[in-house]
């Protein structure tokens, strides 16, 4: 069975739950404690990060220092905190675009009509035939995409060249690289979809469905009631995000498809999803149970012996006094909207200020390249903080 990408958009869907206040977000916390890779996707981008993971701390330290000069906007040696929010509006820019693009290009020739890509031929590919015929992987979901841009870490985000990154520099960073991570996922998987499925650029449904769960009057075909629930959400979101309301999609409203947190008319696809996922006892809510429950699980902490780490019951409170506005008890649409997409929340905004509150040593609001450098691991991954893991390939060709 083919695994449809859009099981990693539902899980950062689900992990994106952010607060107004960036050191409650939960995205920052893994079991209850911070969590360094969340910084590394949204300062990096999912892509880079990945290899930077994969390198020694030597080398991640050679690579984040020709990244500072990009950063430092004004060009004043230092990396403020609005250059560094500027840099993480890039790379969450440029991570969409990308993510976007790989995708959309992985659909075959004979899938795209005039620009346009039908459901059948995107579930066939995606989550291929239930009954086995006719099924082939493609590459880019077995294994990583290649980088094909090298590109230089702290020049790029040091944009006025002053030496320094500020938190404005970052934030257009982080933006950049989440951008061009979707872009690029949605142009890997278009590209999947082969000559005759797309038509004027656009794609069915029927046809989509077709690539991704494969033909629905195969003999002897039975689906489970886990496979028959994704076929349905899928085309949920599908006619949602059929914009013109045609019955295809094309490669703009299957960018929204893949990645509807993207797209403003796609957000209430976003939290009813969410609350799908969250929801055990299916009252269409979220009461307070099902919201810890989302984000703890006791069996990670068997050396408390049952006890709640302090954490929890801080999410407990924030339930009760910021979650649930109407205090019933429960979380509605509305709420769950708040809680996961609140309005005026600047996600890159949040990020820059929090790295620049950890790595600005001097306490002078601006990064240096030596306080970039001093505090890598923050920024970036490497060998050592893999758990010691053995590189799986040649180093990455510089940035």
């Given at each position: 069975m083919?695994?449809?990408?859009?099981?990693?958009?539902?899980?950062?869907a689900l992990g994106s739950h952010h607060s107004t206040d960036p050191d409650k977000d939960a995205a920052h916390q893994k079991g209850g404690e911070h969590d360094p890779k969340y910084d590394h996707d949204q300062f990096l981008g999912k892509d880079t990060a990945a290899e930077f993971d994969e390198l020694t701390p030597e080398k991640s330290k050679e690579r984040l220092a020709k990244l500072i000069?990009?950063?430092?906007?004004?060009?004043?040696?230092?990396?403020?905190?609005?250059?560094?929010?500027?840099?993480?509006?890039?790379?969450?820019?440029?991570y969409v675009n990308n993510d976007v693009e790989r995708t959309w290009k992985n659909?075959?020739?004979?899938?795209?009509?005039?620009?346009?890509?039908?459901?059948e031929d995107y579930r066939e590919m995606v989550y291929g035939s239930?009954?086995?015929?006719?099924q082939e992987l493609s590459p880019e979901y077995a294994k990583m995409i290649a980088r094909d841009q090298k590109r230089k870490l702290i020049p790029k985000m040091d944009?006025?060249?002053?030496?320094?990154?500020?938190?404005?520099e970052l934030r257009e960073h982080i933006n950049f690289m989440q951008k061009r991570y979707v872009n690029n996922d949605v142009e890997r998987?278009?590209?999947?979809?082969?000559?005759?499925?797309?038509?004027?650029?656009?794609?069915?449904?029927?046809?989509?469905?077709?690539?991704?769960?494969?033909?629905?009057?195969?003999?002897?075909?039975?689906?489970?009631?886990?496979?028959?629930?994704?076929?349905?959400?899928?085309?949920?979101?599908?006619?949602?995000?059929?914009?013109?309301?045609?019955?295809?999609?094309?490669?703009?409203?299957?960018?929204?498809?893949?990645?509807?947190?993207?797209?403003?008319?796609?957000?209430?696809?976003?939290?009813?999803?969410?609350i799908e996922d969250i929801d055990k006892n299916k009252d269409g809510f979220v009461d307070l149970e099902e919201y810890i429950g989302d984000m703890y699980r006791p069996d990670d902490y068997p050396e408390l012996n049952g006890k709640e780490p302090d954490w929890v019951q801080s999410e407990r409170e924030m339930f009760k006094e910021h979650r649930d506005k109407d205090g019933d008890g429960k979380l509605n649409q509305e709420e769950m909207r708040d809680w996961i997409m609140p309005v005026g929340f600047d996600h890159a905004e949040a990020e820059a200020r929090h790295l620049v509150g950890i790595a600005d040593d001097n306490k002078d609001g601006k990064l240096s390249p030596e306080e970039i450098i001093a505090h890598y691991d923050?920024?970036?991954?490497?060998?050592a903080t893999d758990y010691g893991e053995q590189l799986q390939k040649h180093d990455p060709a510089e940035l």
């Open positions: 083919k695994y449809l990408v859009l099981v990693a958009l539902i899980v950062q000069p990009k950063m430092d906007a004004d060009g004043d040696g230092f990396v403020e905190e609005k250059e560094l929010r500027e840099h993480i509006n890039f790379m969450q820019k440029r659909y075959k020739d004979e899938k795209i009509a005039d620009g346009k890509i039908k459901w239930p009954t086995g015929e006719g944009a006025d060249g002053d030496g320094f990154v500020e938190e404005k998987t278009w590209k999947n979809y082969k000559d005759e499925k797309i038509a004027d650029g656009k794609i069915k449904w029927e046809d989509y469905r077709e690539m991704v769960y494969g033909s629905p009057t195969g003999e002897g075909q039975e689906l489970s009631p886990e496979y028959a629930k994704m076929i349905a959400r899928d085309q949920k979101r599908w006619a949602v995000a059929d914009y013109d309301s045609n019955g295809m999609l094309d490669r703009t409203e299957y960018g929204c498809f893949m990645h509807p947190e993207d797209c403003d008319h796609m957000r209430d696809v976003v939290v009813a999803e969410t923050t920024f970036v991954g490497s060998q």
